[in-house]
């Protein structure tokens, strides 16, 4: 349902209303000082000594990672600062399928038996109870950085979390942490490309410091020509953040989501100098991705044939991936408006994930059958589960019984009567958009606007000598279709620029 708006002549206007800015916010929107900020931290002089005192006693450091795109640059940061500093040093990312997330008490004793004395945790560890109980035992010193929630107190040499920081810090990833103790070193500027790349993937909120390593790495990514990222991204004479979050981020991840492919690898890919090698690691990213893209395909197809008239949709086959049944329910869960679980099945054991809809909190409705669950986590549009199939179906019997109730969300759109380039560049100043910044949709009035067939399937009207509004989707456009509904895109066609309308819905 929408609710419509005037839009206002200034563009960047009816974004602060969308998102209810305050006026912090709105000050953060005037600034346009893209310095990463110093963080004097007791904490951090901690942990500066620590590392500064491996290096004087030749210990060997453990870097302990996760495989998402924020643990493996997590990683990369830690190790290179590392390799810098003459520290001899290995890491590891668990593998999603045989370790399950986050540091194992099996893993510490492998690495204490192979002479590490120092542990460091990135993007994972806060919840790591029995590893550093291992740990302790084997006098082994854990530094634990994670912007996980923190469930209670841990017990090691010294944890960095944003609940310690200043404000400034608050909205950091695992990899703007790995930042912070990087830069506490030296300063690379290839490290904050990574950071960028992290902060996008793991949709960190688009203020404070986060906004600056977004604005800063862009820069940095824009102004140099780092192979290993230029590899993963179609040629453009400049990146924005959307272009990391739809191009990079998804390969990035897609490693660390399919059984045969190793997200350790991906560190050593962000560490290569030679061209040649980063071209040949690069094409294997694009590969995997590819197969991780036409699995997601097979398993929506397959789940949208399998739903009913579920308040809750769950899904699962022996054919589905457990890596990417995020991914699916997330898809599945926007096509049909509903809250949506995806599971992979072994035998009679089911581990999967669900995605929400806006306005259902999909972790606090799930907690109440938590008994069911033989694991269970997330926050309010995201879930991680396994259970048994027998409890699957006590589960489903509980969902039809509860006759859940969806509140009717309103979203509100923007009806533009006149816009040019220069408004668009104009809302575009006050980049990057993301998480608790988004762009709004607007409306246009095609009433009087006749349409033409772009390749014969595409829907296209001309609304202004340099506005052009066309749509993928399917959509039935009627006699009385009277507004397109939509995204706006700056294109440049040789040194022509003019504003794109992608449509995505129609009333
Ligand atoms: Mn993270």
């Not at 409306?443 to 067939?453: D, I, L, N, R």
Request: proline letters at 3%; one cysteine or more; hydrophobic letters at 40%.
């Amino acid at each position: 349902m929408y609710q419509f708006k005037e839009a206002k002549k200034k563009l960047i206007d009816n974004v602060i209303e969308y998102n209810h800015l305050n006026e912090e916010q709105i000050q953060q929107l005037m600034d346009n000082n893209i310095e990463l900020t110093k963080c004097p931290n007791h904490r951090l002089d901690r942990i500066v000594q620590r590392i500064y005192q491996a290096k004087d006693n030749q210990e060997k450091v453990f870097i302990a990672g996760d495989y998402d795109c924020d643990g493996i640059m997590a990683v990369t940061i830690l190790k290179y600062t590392l390799d810098a500093l003459g520290i001899e040093n290995g890491y590891y990312i668990p593998n999603r399928f045989q370790d399950g997330y986050g540091l194992k008490g099996e893993t510490v004793s492998k690495v204490a038996s192979k002479g590490y004395s120092l542990i460091i945790t990135v993007d994972n560890g806060i919840s790591a109870f029995e590893a550093l109980e291992v740990a302790k035992q084997l006098h082994i010193d854990v530094i634990v950085t994670d912007h996980h929630i923190q469930s209670q107190p841990i017990d090691c040499y010294e944890v960095l979390h944003p609940d310690y920081l200043e404000q400034q810090f608050q909205g950091l990833c695992g990899a703007g942490l790995a930042l912070l103790v990087s830069r506490c070193f030296l300063e690379e500027e290839y490290l904050v490309v990574l950071a960028m790349i992290a902060t996008i993937g793991d949709v960190m909120p688009v203020w404070y410091e986060n906004r600056k390593l977004i604005k800063y790495g862009l820069h940095i990514l824009n102004t140099s020509n780092y192979a290993t990222i230029k590899a993963l991204v179609l040629p453009k004479s400049e990146y924005d953040e959307f272009d990391i979050a739809y191009q990079i981020v998804p390969k990035v991840n897609a490693v660390g989501r399919l059984e045969d492919s190793n997200p350790n690898n991906l560190v050593k890919y962000f560490l290569l100098k030679d061209d040649r090698s980063i071209l040949n690691v690069a094409s294997q990213i694009i590969q995997i991705n590819n197969k991780r893209k036409e699995l997601s395909q097979q398993m929506v197809i397959k789940g949208l044939q399998d739903i009913k008239e579920d308040a809750i949709h769950i899904l699962y086959d022996t054919s589905f991936h457990q890596g990417i049944c995020g991914l699916a329910a997330g898809n599945i869960a926007s096509k049909t408006n509903r809250p949506t679980l995806v599971f992979s099945q072994e035998n009679t054991i089911l581990k999967g994930s669900g995605r929400s809809i806006k306005g259902f909190h999909l972790y606090d409705y799930l907690s109440q059958y938590k008994e069911l669950f033989q694991s269970f986590g997330g926050h309010g549009q995201a879930v991680g589960l396994s259970l048994s199939l027998n409890h699957l179906k006590i589960l489903k019997s509980n969902i039809e019984k509860d006759k859940i109730i969806f509140k009717q969300m309103v979203e509100d759109v923007y009806l533009i009567k006149h816009i040019t380039v220069d408004d668009f560049k104009q809302l575009c100043h006050f980049r990057p958009f993301g998480e608790g910044f988004v762009l709004p949709q607007w409306a246009f009035e095609v009433k009087h606007v006749p349409y033409t067939m772009l390749k014969g399937m595409y829907p296209k009207w001309k609304l202004q000598e340099d506005v052009n509004a066309i749509c993928f989707k399917k959509l039935n456009i009627l006699d009385s279709t009277t507004y397109i509904i939509g995204t706006i895109q700056l294109n440049r066609y040789f040194n022509k620029e003019s504003l794109q309308i992608i449509v995505q819905d129609i009333m």
